[in-house]
């Protein structure tokens, strides 16, 4: 499961630096695999 906030936190981190055509990278669903 994920925890909403966290996962928000760390991708609102994260997403600046993030290359715009690898934003599904942090979707909640691809930090499982």
Known sequence: DV???SWL???LT???DH???R???LLP???NH
């Open 14 to 16: 994260k997403i600046a």
């Open 29 to 31: 669903d691809a930090t």
């Open 3 to 5: 925890e909403p906030f």
């Open 19 to 21: 290359p715009a055509n």
């Open 23 to 25: 934003l599904y990278e």
């Open 9 to 11: 936190k760390e991708t």
